[in-house]
Structures are given as C-alpha cells and as structure tokens.
C-alpha cells in the first residue's frame, strides 16, 4: 500500500541555520507532492506544490525538491526564525488523487 | 473571506451520545474534505464531497459515522453512537475545483473528546 514517512522526531535547530526535513514515500509515484504547515490548535496552511517534472520549487525562505528516483522530497527553509517553529505536512495524492498526509515532522528554531 | 468555519472548536461528551460536528465551506470552492487527526495516525481523510455529492467515503471508519452535504455552503459530521476512540481532531478543508493538485483550505478543527 502507498506509504509516507516522515521523521517522527522533531527538529531543533538554531535561529540563523538551515532548517531540512524530508518525506519519504513507498510503493508508488505520486505526479505531485504538497508541503503543509500547521501551527498548534490549528489547521493545515499550504506551503508549496511541486510536480514531478520539477526537480526544485522555491518561495521566499523555502526550498523543496522532489527526487523520484529516492521516492523522496526535502523541505529546506533558509536563515530561519523561531516563527518557524511548527509541524511540517507533505502530502503526496494517493493513486486516486486523495491527498496522503504524512504524520509531520516538529521543527522547533531556537533564538 | 473569513476561511473554512468549523463549530463547535471543542466537544466533550459522553459514550453513546450523538455528535454533530459542522462545517462551512469558502464560498465558491466545489471540493469539501472531513478529515480525523490523532498522534498516533496522523491527518486521515474520511470523506469527500465534489458539488454537495459524496465521492469517496472510504475512510468512514464504521457506520456510526456519516456526513452529508445538503448545499454548498453547510456540511455535517455525524457520528452515532460516539465512543471513547473517537476522540480526535476533525477537520474540513475545502478546494476550488480546477484540479486535484489545487490547494486545500483547512478550518480550525473541532476537539473531539468522547468520555
């Protein structure tokens, strides 16, 4: 069955450093793949969405890749800040385009 | 737009009660999506409406559960009788129907806490 993993262990890094997650998926190959973030008692807010002929998608701090030999997407934020802190979504389509949220990734930036 | 509207933000009730949770979704958006998050399994979908139809409700995990769409703009979650393993939070999302690959807008979420 489709499969996604994402770190289950959070993230600490310091205020200033690169920030890089990644999600990983099994069992098939997804023609796009979402990133969300989700703050605490709150929903799911869209990031990025990046297609498998993409090797690299950018936004502002944010960098995500999509390698479909690894079967895997990274999520890179640049020179972050403690706003940063929260979990991070991948949510690749399952075969019949339901979104599949991985269980997120805690990234917490310390000052 | 004031976003996805979602009531109650938190139920707490006893097993064997009815639950209805409810959802409003942005204005215009064809797709709404019900969906259960826990720490131990994540975000799941439980069904998906595309025009007020029911497309996909295989993540319904068992007849207490069930959702209608009576118009665009209003969508219930029922669940009958609640047990104690459905706490959890619910959240709806809905989508503007271009594609499958468009964004999804999440509500707040109801706090589900069945005693």
């Known amino acids: 069955s489709q499969k996604i993993e994402q770190n289950s262990e959070a993230l600490n890094i310091q205020e200033g450093k690169t920030a890089t997650l990644t999600c990983n998926y099994t069992n098939y190959s997804p023609a796009y793949l979402q990133w969300y973030r989700q703050d605490p008692g709150r929903g799911p807010v869209f990031l990025l969405l990046?297609?498998?002929?993409?090797k690299e998608k950018r936004k502002e701090r944010l960098k995500v890749t999509f390698d479909t030999t690894l079967k895997q997407s990274l999520f890179h934020i640049t020179a972050s800040q403690p706003a940063d802190s929260a979990t991070y979504l991948c949510a690749p389509p399952s075969h019949t385009d339901k979104l599949i949220f991985g269980t997120g990734t805690r990234l917490q930036v310390f000052p | 737009d004031a976003g996805v509207i979602q009531s109650p933000r938190h139920e707490v009730t006893e097993m064997g009660q009815e639950v209805t949770l409810r959802c409003k979704p942005i204005?215009?958006?064809?797709?709404l999506f019900w969906y259960r998050q826990t720490m131990m399994r994540g975000l799941e979908l439980l069904i998906y409406f595309n025009n007020n139809v029911p497309i996909d409700d295989s993540g319904m995990p068992e007849d207490r559960f069930s959702a209608k769409m009576p118009n665009a703009s209003f969508s219930t979650l029922k669940i009958q009788p609640s047990e104690p393993r459905d706490s959890a939070v619910y959240f709806c999302?809905?989508?503007?129907?271009?594609?499958?690959?468009?964004?999804?807008?999440f509500g707040p979420g109801t706090r589900l806490t069945v005693l």
């Open positions: 204005s215009g958006h064809d797709y």
């Open positions: 999302a809905s989508r503007p129907g271009q594609g499958m690959a468009d964004t999804q807008y």
């Open positions: 990046i297609r498998e002929n993409e």
